[in-house]
């Protein structure tokens, strides 16, 4: 297979489309130059070498599961046809035995499985790996070892490499037919896929990676495939990330399709049309996202996001949401389009001592529905209606998955008319789901794979499969004292103006007393100061064409942000400015603004 997808890296905009959203954000490499691939491979070879001394030197090329480890050795063979080429792999266990191993974390079900706490060296049969470090502490030929693990087999490497990859082209790969590592399973449904990847390896991967942050000397860039890769030194990976977290950014949108997608996305943000409407646009989610460092020179480097969030927690977060949360980026913001689409499936999500003894999960996704837009009619289905009769309701959920009947959702469920800035907070184990004909900023808690479907329309997947329903964990977890009464005073309009002066409102908007998540909304036609208050603020611009972030120290350089565009102020940021943009063609703007509760000086912003 090849090593992308599609023939194109990133979504594509519409031809004369707008373009002050920006597809491909990017944040400076610090400290040196990046590398193409001609210029990558002599240099590793050159320095490899030279602190070898005389003797045969060792590469070891630690390579995050997806990396193509097949192009990743004929790279090696093509660039450096002198050194011998040695799969780090082969020392893995059998993949019988990882499947016993990893059995109970997987479950049975198929999307579902249980948070991972094994480590890479489990995966690894000692007597093949001693004997693999053995013949690799005195090759007889230059060798450069390569594959999950490497640093394993090759703990002095007189070159480490990390070959890394982000978890949204892994998702792209595995949809086109790359099997999870070292399986053989290219053709098994993609979410059993994602499932192994999402509750096992990248919990094992990340957790390696690690260990390599402060050791590695070149980060490898494979995304577009190891022709186009492009690399970086360790020092500048590392000065790099330490320089973002002490300035706004933003990481780089995901657009995916979905069964209910709508068109919103297309005619604001300008995307290419596709066969199927965008559902979906993972605008900060960094497990899901990517970062991209650029040189000026044209050449850019794409790191998982989450290098940042494992590398520099306590600037990026502030010191109490990491000891709350660890390295774990806990607020999420994405978009839900159903314009012109279908109903989201109807829904609910687990209580937190579910989620933690169900799934190893530390915490729950409590969230909440902002409106960017939403056509006449549009509505938000929250919450059980006032003296249902439960039973009734599960019996009719099961009934509609036989395809006997379609579920009556308005007989039980709540539905409320939801407007452009409106604000549903949703706390786990509410029922809800966006209707179509809306434009929803979802603004939430990060495990986002814990979604317990009710009933789904009748719907069937893009991959022509019924989507998973989950009733059985869904009945554990709905709350039926939320009903009507309940949603209205507490879910629905809980707008609290907090200061109004000259040019400048400030609302507490949205989330739950339960939820953790403190939203404040900002309009303003002036320069307003904030502050992160020592914990990580997440942004998204809700009204008008564009502000700048402002350092009133002169910190970072003004950093502009357009509509709709979803941005981290990281909390060693500390005080920042907002402003409406020279550019702006209104003058009056507005901002939503996430942080953690109790985590800061005050109370959110």
Same mark, same amino acid.
């Given at each position: 297979?090849?090593?992308?997808? %599609?023939?194109?890296?990133?979504?594509?905009?519409?031809?004369?489309?707008?373009?002050?959203?920006?597809?491909?954000?990017?944040?400076?490499?610090?400290?040196?130059?990046?590398?193409?691939?001609?210029?990558?491979?002599?240099?590793?070879?050159?320095?490899?070498?030279?602190?070898?001394?005389?003797?045969?030197?060792?590469?070891?090329?630690?390579?995050?599961?997806?990396?193509?480890?097949?192009?990743?050795?004929?790279?090696?063979?093509?660039?450096?046809?002198?050194?011998?080429?040695?799969?780090?792999?082969?020392?893995?266990?059998?993949?019988?035995?990882?499947?016993?191993?990893?059995?109970?974390?997987?479950?049975?079900?198929?999307?579902?499985?249980?948070?991972?706490?094994?480590?890479?060296?489990?995966?690894?049969?000692?007597?093949?790996?001693?004997?693999?470090?053995?013949?690799?502490?005195?090759?007889?030929?230059?060798?450069?070892?390569?594959?999950?693990?490497?640093?394993?087999?090759?703990?002095?490497? *007189?070159?480490?490499?990390?070959?890394?990859?982000?978890?949204?082209?892994?998702?792209?790969?595995?949809?086109? &037919?790359?099997?999870?590592?070292?399986?053989?399973?290219?053709?098994? #449904?993609?979410?059993?896929?994602?499932?192994?990847?999402?509750?096992?390896?990248?919990?094992?991967?990340?957790?390696?990676?690690?260990?390599?942050?402060?050791?590695?000397?070149?980060?490898?860039?494979?995304?577009?495939?190891?022709?186009?890769?492009?690399?970086?030194?360790?020092?500048?990976?590392?000065?790099?990330?330490?320089?973002?977290?002490?300035?706004?950014?933003?990481?780089?949108?995901?657009?995916?399709? $979905?069964?209910?997608?709508?068109?919103?996305?297309?005619?604001?943000?300008?995307?290419?049309?596709?066969?199927?409407?965008?559902?979906?646009?993972?605008?900060?989610?960094?497990?899901?996202? %990517?970062?991209?460092?650029?040189?000026?020179?044209?050449?850019?480097?794409?790191?998982?996001?989450?290098?940042?969030?494992?590398?520099?927690?306590?600037?990026?977060?502030?010191?109490?949401?990491?000891?709350?949360?660890?390295?774990?980026?806990?607020?999420?913001? #994405?978009?839900?389009?159903?314009?012109?689409?279908?109903?989201? %499936?109807?829904?609910?999500?687990?209580?937190?001592?579910?989620?933690?003894?169900?799934?190893?999960?530390?915490?729950?996704?409590?969230?909440?529905?902002?409106?960017?837009?939403? *056509?006449? $009619?549009?509505?938000?289905?929250?919450?059980?209606?006032?003296?249902?009769?439960?039973?009734?309701?599960?019996?009719?959920?099961?009934?509609?998955?036989?395809?006997a009947a379609p579920f009556p959702a308005e007989e039980f469920i709540n539905t409320f008319p939801a407007a452009k800035h409106d604000h549903f907070a949703i706390p786990a184990g509410t029922v809800h789901c966006s209707g179509a004909d809306s434009m929803v900023l979802e603004i939430s808690a990060t495990p986002f794979i814990f979604t317990f479907k009710l009933w789904d329309w009748g719907r069937v997947g893009l991959d022509g499969i019924p989507r998973p329903v989950h009733l059985e964990h869904g009945a554990a977890n709905i709350q039926w004292e939320r009903d009507t009464a309940w949603v209205q005073q507490n879910l629905v309009g809980r707008v609290e103006v907090l200061r109004e002066e000259e040019g400048h409102r400030e609302e507490r908007t949205g989330l739950h007393e339960l939820e953790f998540i403190e939203t404040r909304r900002h309009w303003?036609?002036?320069?307003?100061?904030?502050?992160?208050?020592?914990?990580?603020?997440?942004?998204?611009?809700?009204? $008008?064409?564009?502000?700048?972030?402002?350092?009133?120290? &002169?910190?970072?350089?003004?950093?502009?942000?357009?509509?709709?565009?979803?941005?981290?102020?990281?909390?060693?940021?500390?005080?920042? #400015?907002?402003?409406?943009?020279?550019?702006?063609?209104?003058?009056?703007?507005?901002?939503?603004?996430? %942080?953690?509760?109790?985590?800061?000086?005050?109370?959110?912003?």
């Amino acid at each position: 297979m090849t090593a992308t997808a %599609s023939p194109e890296r990133w979504v594509q905009r519409a031809k004369g489309a707008p373009r002050n959203y920006d597809l491909t954000p990017e944040l400076p490499v610090v400290g040196d130059r990046i590398r193409s691939a001609d210029a990558f491979w002599p240099e590793v070879a050159a320095l490899a070498t030279e602190r070898a001394a005389g003797r045969a030197p060792v590469i070891a090329i630690d390579a995050y599961p997806g990396v193509e480890l097949p192009e990743l050795a004929e790279a090696v063979r093509r660039h450096l046809p002198e050194w011998t080429v040695v799969d780090a792999e082969s020392a893995a266990l059998p993949i019988e035995r990882i499947d016993e191993l990893i059995a109970p974390f997987l479950t049975d079900d198929r999307v579902f499985g249980r948070m991972s706490h094994l480590t890479l060296r489990e995966f690894y049969d000692d007597a093949a790996l001693d004997a693999l470090r053995e013949q690799l502490a005195s090759p007889k030929t230059p060798t450069v070892v390569i594959g999950l693990g490497a640093a394993l087999a090759a703990p002095d490497a *007189d070159v480490l490499v990390l070959a890394d990859l982000a978890r949204w082209e892994i998702q792209a790969r595995q949809r086109a &037919g790359q099997p999870n590592w070292r399986c053989d399973n290219g053709d098994e #449904d993609r979410l059993r896929k994602y499932k192994r990847s999402f509750f096992v390896e990248w919990r094992v991967a990340d957790r390696h990676k690690r260990t390599l942050f402060d050791r590695i000397d070149f980060v490898l860039d494979t995304n577009r495939g190891l022709a186009e890769a492009t690399a970086i030194t360790g020092d500048a990976f590392r000065a790099s990330l330490q320089a973002a977290v002490t300035r706004p950014f933003r990481v780089v949108p995901y657009f995916d399709p $979905g069964v209910w997608g709508g068109n919103w996305m297309q005619n604001v943000i300008g995307l290419e049309p596709t066969d199927r409407n965008y559902a979906w646009c993972f605008d900060c989610v960094p497990e899901e996202n %990517s970062i991209l460092l650029a040189d000026g020179s044209g050449l850019r480097v794409e790191l998982p996001a989450m290098d940042l969030v494992l590398r520099e927690p306590r600037g990026l977060l502030g010191p109490k949401t990491f000891a709350r949360f660890g390295a774990e980026f806990p607020i999420r913001f #994405d978009f839900l389009d159903t314009m012109g689409g279908g109903n989201l %499936s109807l829904q609910v999500h687990p209580l937190t001592d579910y989620i933690q003894q169900t799934f190893g999960m530390p915490y729950t996704q409590d969230e909440s529905y902002y409106l960017l837009d939403a *056509d006449p $009619g549009a509505v938000v289905y929250l919450g059980t209606k006032e003296g249902i009769d439960r039973q009734a309701m599960l019996e009719a959920l099961e009934v509609a998955q036989t395809g006997a009947a379609p579920f009556p959702a308005e007989e039980f469920i709540n539905t409320f008319p939801a407007a452009k800035h409106d604000h549903f907070a949703i706390p786990a184990g509410t029922v809800h789901c966006s209707g179509a004909d809306s434009m929803v900023l979802e603004i939430s808690a990060t495990p986002f794979i814990f979604t317990f479907k009710l009933w789904d329309w009748g719907r069937v997947g893009l991959d022509g499969i019924p989507r998973p329903v989950h009733l059985e964990h869904g009945a554990a977890n709905i709350q039926w004292e939320r009903d009507t009464a309940w949603v209205q005073q507490n879910l629905v309009g809980r707008v609290e103006v907090l200061r109004e002066e000259e040019g400048h409102r400030e609302e507490r908007t949205g989330l739950h007393e339960l939820e953790f998540i403190e939203t404040r909304r900002h309009w303003f036609d002036r320069e307003i100061a904030l502050d992160t208050a020592g914990t990580v603020n997440v942004l998204n611009l809700v009204e $008008g064409d564009a502000v700048e972030v402002v350092s009133p120290t &002169g910190a970072f350089e003004p950093f502009e942000v357009h509509y709709a565009e979803t941005f981290i102020v990281p909390a060693a940021v500390g005080r920042y #400015d907002l402003r409406p943009a020279a550019s702006a063609r209104t003058r009056e703007v507005a901002v939503i603004v996430a %942080s953690v509760r109790g985590t800061t000086t005050g109370e959110g912003v």
